[in-house]
DNA sequence: TAGATTGTTAATCGATTAACAATC
DNA sequence: TAGATTGTTAATCGATTAACAATC
């Protein structure tokens, strides 16, 4: 069905947007937009929204537009969300509760299955329904259960010990809030990064720069 | 000092990722690195690595590579680490509490200086040496304190809200987890988004890719 | 039909990689 | 000095924007 050309990531991290605004606009009764519409709503240009699109397949309609539901579930289909991935979280610390509490897992493709932590005082202990499982008996559980993605909420060293487990327990998946980096290790994994100090320190940057170039301004 | 030539966001979002593995060479009592030694290490090119550093200065010796505790110190000076940037977070649900427990604010050039809710459950009980504040107190807050930046764990709705306060008292730079779009109402405010969602779903679609098109593979 | 807007090709712009002279 | 490795320019590659024919 769709051809077989490579998206690009540039192309891929901007679907998620699509379909936040798409939702959005179908929330609000609006049935049809056009490119220049929509790119005007999501900051963007036109040109890009009908180049990213028709990657895909050429969803519009010459003279009209986009049919806002029918665009809106194509990207949803490409994007896979109607998938169920069993992932299971590694970590329960503040950052772990946090996803496992925060994070819509059902409306964006998985289903969280398990949770694991090394601390004696959290063992046993039940969050969001689920009682969290001693990290030890990790590669047994992957052996009882379908593990399609792993979500990594662990200190460094942890996550490099646990991420080994994991790999050779055959999961190839995962969703990597730690600062080990999987992919470095082990070419034949899928991995998305979540690193907040490295935004953080971003954001740091940008306001060290403009507060420079304020100052460079006055001083002239 | 630093030339005007304008660095883009591609070199900016490495200097973090510069700043790690520089930082973990020092602490393991390595002084000097090549290009190419540390692009093996990072997964990059040492190509790049040397146009990266090079917009910032020549921090490099020919014949000898780089010294590693003077790049790590010149590159936390240019993401401004040394700063105090005050930062006050708004929203102490599971997300805020992750970050405010979880994130290192020091060592990433701010200091966090105040939390707000809107839920009387939570105002006024302590959370990291913090007493959470009342969010309408917030414009008042902002006249009488220092804020350089906030920190947006809000729903969408309340984000919106609470960021024309913010905007309204002056505030200027954000650290946002919200789908709130602030860059695009204020044409004068410095943004890092943080999408949880978003790249979870940039996950999915990886996910559901690599299988379609070992499928593909299997069924010819 | 006339107007609007897509799908798609071509042009531009920016980022990455390659190459090599400069130099430690 | 000879070898190594940078800083920097040139070449390539990819992504974005512009343009316009196709068509609803």
Redesign the interface.
Known sequence: M?D?KK?SMSV??R???Y??FLLELKNNGIYRISSKALAEK??ASASQIRQDLNCFGGFGQQGYGYDVPKLFDEISA????D?R?KAILLGV???G?????????RS???ELTAVFDNNPALIGSRINGMTVLDVSGLAQYCKANPV??AILCLPKESAEQTGDILYGSGVR?F?NFS?F?L??KYDDV?T?N?????????????????K?SSQ?QTEQ
């Open positions: 769709s077989n998206i891929v991290r679907l998620p947007r379909y936040r999501m900051g490409i994007l896979g969300l998938s991935y610390g503040n950052l509760r946090a996803v496992i509490n925060h994070v819509d897992f964006r493709g998985f399609d993605a998946c969703w600062h980096d992919a470095l899928i998305e979540v690193h907040l100090n490295d935004s953080l320190m971003t954001l740091c940057y940008c306001m060290t720069q403009s420079q460079t």
